[in-house]
Every structure is written in C-alpha cells, then in structure tokens.
C-alpha cells in the first residue's frame, strides 16, 4: 500500500493480513521443499496449464486486494458492501474448464470465479475499476449500474443477489432450456450452444435453503426422467454460515444417500489449487458430455475475517479460532504453487501483488468520487423497473396466421386455448410451462395443446419456486415461457423466486430481462371455493404488469398485447377468474349470451388491447363503445374481472330505481398502474358533481388492493376531477370459507358504495 493508514485503519485484520502475506512472498526466495518436477508433473496430470496457473492467480489476488480496499473505504465511509470472499479466492480455479460459451452465476463470495472469466478479454486495470465501482455504488459500475454490489460482467454472467440461493432456481432453468432453445430457435437467434454447461455456485449456508433444495430435488427428477440438465452445482464449505457452525453436515450432505440423492458427485479440498481444477474440470466434463447434473464440493475452506464489516465473530469464535482462520491462506499456496511451478519468479509474484495492490487503492480512489444516485434520479430509477414498452406493431403476416380464421362466439375458457394456439402456431419460441398442464390443466386450458406442439407443453413437478426459477432460465435462452400457476394462492410459495424475477431488469439495468407471461388461476369467488382456491389478493411489485380480463375476446386482445410485453423483455401476470371460465349468461334465467364473446381476428385494426386502454361498457349492458357515446355521465364504476359481472347487475338494480341515473361501467383491467385512458375519461366523460367508486376484487385493507392504490396515486396528482365524489370498496378483509361467497364484493355492496357517496 503505497498510502499512510492510521494506526486504527492498520489494527483491520485485513490490512494486518496484506502486510503478513507480502511479508511471506519476500521471504520465498528459495524454492521450497518441493521440487519443481514434482509440481510439474502435478501440473501436467491435471492438465491445468500455466498461462491458466497465471490467471487464477490473477483473479485471485484482485479479488483479494478488491475487499481490503473494500474494508478501508468502509471504514472511511466511502464503500458500502462489506461481504468478503476471503478464504475463497483460488476458487477462480472451479471456472477454468468453462467456456465462454457457458453460464455461469457465482455466489456472492465468489468473487474470482467472475473476475478469472473476465480477464479472459479484459485488462486487470478494467476489471478492478469495476469491482470498485460496485462496492462503492458507483453510477458507471457495469453489472447493476451502480444498485448493488453483484458480481458479473462477463456475457453470460448472471446475476446473483443476497437472497440466498435464488441463483439456483434460474441455473436450473438454463440448464433445462439449452437443449429446448437449439431445438426450436434459428442458430441466428440462439443465446447457447446446445452443449453449454450451467455452472452454479452457493455457500454451505445457502444448501439450506429452499431455493437450493428444491433446485437440487428437481436435478435429480430431472436425470431420473432422462430430462437433459447439463448442471454443476458448487457447494464452497467454511463450515460456518456467519455464526452457524456447520459441524460437519456437508460432507454428510451431500454423501452418497445424502441430500443430493443419486447425483453424480465431486469433491476437493478447497484449499489445493490443483485439486479444485482438477474437480472442477471433471464436474463439469460430466455434465457437458452426459447432459446430467452434478455436485462439486470443495470443503476444508477458511473464512479467514468476518462475513461482513459489521460481524462481531468474538461472539461466536473463541480468539484461537479466528486466528488459526487468518492464518490459513489458500491464495498464498496457490501463488507459492505458481512460483514453484516456474510459472513466476518470487520477484515477479511481488511485483505482481504490489501491483494489484496499487491498482486496487487508484481504482477504490477513483470510484468513490464518481456519481452516485440522488434524490434528482429518480425517476431514472422508476423508469428502470422494467422494459419499456414495445411499440405498435404492423399487422402479423397472413401466411403465419390460420386461413380463414372464424370469429368463434365462445367462452372465456375456449378463447383462451385459441389465443395459446394461436400464439405456438406464429412463435416457435413460446413454451407453456405448469403443473399438470400437458393434459389440459385443472381448466382445461391448454386441453389438446400437448399433441399439437410436442416438447412445447411441459410439465414440473409441483414446485413453484423451481417452476418460476425454470421460466426466468428459459427466458435467458431466448424462450418465451408462458407459466401457469395452477392456484393463485400458490405463488405464496414461490414468493421470493417470482420477486427475483420482478426485480432482474431493474438490478441489471436491463442486461437480464425475465420476459415471460404469467398465469395465476383460481381466482376471486371460483368452482370449488375455499381461501385456498379463490385468492382474491394481488402483491404488485415494481416492474409487474397484471392484468385481469373479463370476457373472452378482451382477453385475446389484451394478452397479444401482453405477450407481445413480455417478449420485449417485461414480466406480465394474468389473474385470471374461474368463475368466468365458463360463464355465458349474465342472467341465466334470461339467457342474455352477455359473456358469450367472438374470438378477436389477429389481423383486426382492434385486434389488441393495450394495458392503457380501458373497456367501457356504458348504458345498456349488452352495449359497448367509447366513453363519449352517451356521456355525459353521473357517475362511474371501475372495477375488473368477476367485479364487471356484479357492477352491471348493480347498475340495473340502481337505475332501476332511479331511471335519470346514468352510469358508466369502466373495466379497468390492467391493474399496476392506473391507464392514460382511465384519466381522459374521468376529465372529458364526467357530469359536474359525478360520483366514482373504485369497486376492488380484491379485498380491502393493506394486504393488497390495487384499486385502491390506483384510485389513491389518481387523487394526489389530480387527475380526479375536483368536483367528483370517490370512494373505494373491496371484498372483505378475511380469509374465504368454503361453500360460501360471503366474502367476496357483491352486488349490495355496489349498491351501498354508491348510495354513500351520494349522501356525502
């Protein structure tokens, strides 16, 4: 360090540990007691090559300089992410047998695994800017442009955040989908090889986690299946997960009968070089060649300073502990292994680390003083949620599209197994993913689609962490994976997994779209009833689209919109009913066909609807058409889904006793965010003195009603016309009992809405 620590900065243990590993590199010198035959001809068995010896080293001793300068800023206030990988830095070793060709997403400690890819193309000088960037925050940091700390900056470095193990689920879902994407994309569009590997790595902490296990579970199904799933999982073990003593269960773990079921396994001491290669380069031979997955446990690792700045390890790690941890320095031996190989001269190895260490403190100099984000970016921020939208397009090409296509008056349910067609038949890259969804689905949605698109109609087990976890990875192979949950209630178990994929455009700025068309059924009030399957509660991150139809035909229209959306990269969710499933009758006694819709023709000026139009259903019920044609009007309902069906039966009911009362109806489908339309309407369609009621599927209270939020973001920018009165309703704020409907919004509760405006 060329620079004048205080005596504070110089009592770190990182910075004590620079000084003692500098110290041994002087005192080298002499060859030591192996020979270099010995290690030459270790070299040669394992088929490492030098100039490879040299990179590890390399990456290893940038990855180490990198966090002692990420310690020093830290304690200076100038960096803000502390984790360390100290202890683990050889472990550039594990991704030298992968080709560029290949994916890669590296735990958050392994830091060298990315950095030995990158300094495949790019200088030692870039690189370390980079990572200097990251701890730092800084705006020009390449990998999250300055969000977060993550490790990537190669092509096919994904991006791993600080949820541990999430970074599993979606290497399964590349593995998965590699041979799937050569065999429907042109070569021109393929982002893999049919023979890439998918090389995952996790801490010993992260195998106890659900993401890991559920990934390692649908592995081994996988294989068993004889599914291609070409997989390396790396399990680095420290025995600790910051206070949590491992006590040996890796080993346990992942031995034969052990967690990892019949998968092929690899082990090395983490600390030898040559054998983390030589492992490595197996684990990953075996899953390039027989298309099976595999474990890679490299264990016997220190953790040789705390997880993070702020870890107190006296507090769980008696003094001998923690010192016998910074004693251990694998990168040492690996960079003595180097000198003894006559890959580097002593002299040359200190050069090399001054060097490095030089670079470090220039580069940490230089990007804490570059820009971060403040108050003025933030809309930037907002506008880095998700991909922006894809414009208008020309009408699709004919000869793609079904001759003489018949505008089929249907149900809800029957129209959407013609869009799915209809969208298999002109995309080739679009897949249909769920459970039980090869023979139709709990709904019959997809009834026929498996015999039509073999390969493209894919069942999973019933997981939903893997199963979000497999789309987000066929979607970074260049699929366009259309996912079905079977009940809405169970993305509950896959909360966190669809968050990551809600999250991905905005972490990455944009590098890493999800785009993919979510399904969630079992919606509101529905055939069997019960909380379980009639969820009527939406969670909307930023960077979700959701929509929700009401009939079969605005359905079609709106989800070419939406598909088109999500192969543009954004991640859309439709919540789809199922008492509309079926529905034809508004009134079944008088057999009105109101639900009963034609199926949009694909070339039709209105053969989309996008998500910042609204339907307007306005005097007559049957009728439908532009706001103004019978504006204006004295009051409005906005409502979505199975919310149309109980509005029109209110709206009767409420003109019916009052035959001067004009009320729109307003189907508001898309739901994150209120439509452009939504806001002309409210300004042009309005008698003075109107009244508005948000009427919400979902139920009341903080536990998530979009309407709510909608009507709440239109009040405090304006856009509600002064002289309106508003209020929102919703289902009841419980949880839904069987055999009954009792909670969810209904016809009374419009009515009662809008007579209290009135007697406002």
């Not at 992260?206 to 996988?222: E, I, K, P």
């Not at 806001?679 to 309005?686: C, E, N, T």
């Not at 239109?714 to 508003?726: E, F, G, I, R, Y």
Request: proline share 4%; with cysteine.
């Amino acid at each position: 360090m060329t620079r004048v620590l205080s005596a504070e900065l110089r009592r770190l243990p990182e910075v004590v540990q620079v000084e003692a590993f500098r110290s041994n590199i002087i005192k080298l010198g002499a060859i030591g007691d192996v020979g270099v035959k010995k290690i030459e001809q270790d070299l040669a068995n394992t088929g490492l090559q030098a100039h490879e010896l040299a990179r590890i080293v390399n990456a290893g001793l940038a990855t180490f300089h990198c966090h002692v300068e990420a310690r020093i800023s830290a304690f200076l206030g100038k960096a803000y992410y502390t984790i360390g990988p100290c202890g683990e830095e050889q472990l550039a070793a594990c991704t030298i047998a992968l080709r560029e060709s290949d994916a890669l997403a590296a735990h958050y400690r392994h830091v060298s695994l990315s950095l030995e890819r990158q300094l495949r193309t790019k200088s030692l000088q870039e690189v370390i800017l980079n990572r200097a960037r990251a701890h730092t925050c800084s705006t020009l940091e390449l990998v999250t442009g300055g969000k977060h700390c993550s490790i990537g900056g190669h092509d096919t470095d994904y991006i791993v955040t600080s949820t541990l193990a999430s970074q599993a689920p979606p290497a399964l879902g590349r593995a998965l989908g590699f041979a799937l994407a050569s065999k429907l994309l042109p070569i021109n569009e393929q982002v893999f090889p049919k023979d890439a590997v998918s090389f995952v790595s996790v801490g010993n902490g992260s195998t106890h986690n659900a993401h890991f296990l559920a990934s390692v579970n649908l592995s081994n199904y996988a294989e068993h299946v004889n599914i291609k799933v070409p997989l390396v999982f790396a399990i680095s073990d420290n025995n600790l997960c910051i206070s949590l003593k491992g006590q040996g269960w890796m080993s346990k773990f992942t031995s034969s009968g052990g967690g990892v079921g019949g998968m092929k396994r690899f082990e090395a001491n983490g600390k030898d070089v040559l054998q983390v290669y030589d492992q490595s380069r197996k684990a990953i031979e075996h899953a390039r060649h027989n298309k099976k997955p595999a474990m890679l446990l490299l264990h016997s690792l220190p953790r040789r300073f705390g997880h993070a700045a702020s870890d107190r390890q006296s507090a769980y790690l008696s003094k001998e502990e923690i010192a016998l941890h910074e004693e251990s320095n694998p990168l040492q031996d690996a960079c003595f292994l180097a000198v003894r190989a006559g890959v580097l001269s002593p002299k040359q190895l200190l050069d090399k680390f001054d060097f490095i260490s030089h670079l470090a403190e220039e580069a940490f100099a230089q990007a804490s003083s570059e820009p971060k984000f403040s108050f003025h970016s933030r809309a930037d921020l907002i506008a880095s949620n998700s991909h922006a939208f894809a414009p208008p397009t020309a009408s699709l090409v004919a000869a793609k599209a079904k001759k003489n296509q018949k505008a089929e008056v249907d149900v809800l349910r029957k129209h959407m197994t013609r869009f799915f067609e209809e969208q298999m038949h002109l995309q080739d890259n679009v897949v249909y993913i769920g459970e039980d969804v090869e023979h139709g689905g709990y709904y019959l949605c997809t009834d026929g689609l498996k015999t039509k698109f073999p390969g493209r109609v894919i069942d999973f087990p019933p997981d939903e962490t893997t199963l979000v976890g497999a789309a987000m990875g066929f979607a970074q192979v260049g699929l366009l994976p259309i996912l079905e949950i079977p009940y809405s209630k169970y993305l509950d178990c896959a909360a966190d997994m669809f968050a990551e994929a809600c999250l991905a455009h905005w972490l990455s700025n944009g590098r890493q779209a999800n785009g993919m068309l979510v399904r969630l059924q079992g919606f509101e009030r529905g055939i069997f009833g019960g909380n379980f399957h009639t969820h009527n509660t939406l969670v909307i991150p930023p960077g979700l689209d959701v929509v929700c139809f009401s009939n079969g035909s605005d359905y079609v229209r709106g989800m070419r919109y939406a598909l088109r959306q999500a192969k543009a990269g954004r991640v859309v969710m439709s919540v789809d009913c199922t008492d509309l499933l079926t529905k034809k009758h508004l009134i079944d006694a008088d057999k009105d066909g109101h639900f009963l819709t034609p199926y949009p023709h694909l070339n039709d000026d209105n053969g989309e609807l996008a998500f910042d139009e609204c339907v307007f259903l306005h005097h007559h019920h049957l009728n439908k058409g532009k706001a103004e044609d019978e504006a204006p009007y004295s009051a409005a309902i906005v409502t979505y889904g199975t919310g149309v069906q109980v509005s029109l039966l209110a709206r009767a009911a409420l003109e019916k006793r009052d035959s001067t009362q004009r009320i729109l109806i307003i189907e508001c489908a898309y739901l994150s965010s209120p439509p452009k339309r939504l806001l002309k309407v409210f300004q042009h369609s309005l008698k003075a003195q109107a009244r508005i009621l948000f009427a919400d599927i979902c139920k009341e209270g903080p536990s998530g009603a979009p309407l709510a939020s909608m009507a709440t973001a239109l009040h405090s920018t304006n856009a509600l016309p002064k002289d309106v009165s508003w209020k929102v309703i919703g289902a009841q704020p419980t949880y839904n009992p069987l055999s009954s409907l009792v909670t969810f919004l209904s016809v009374d509760d419009i009515i009662r809405g809008m007579e209290t405006i009135s007697e406002k």
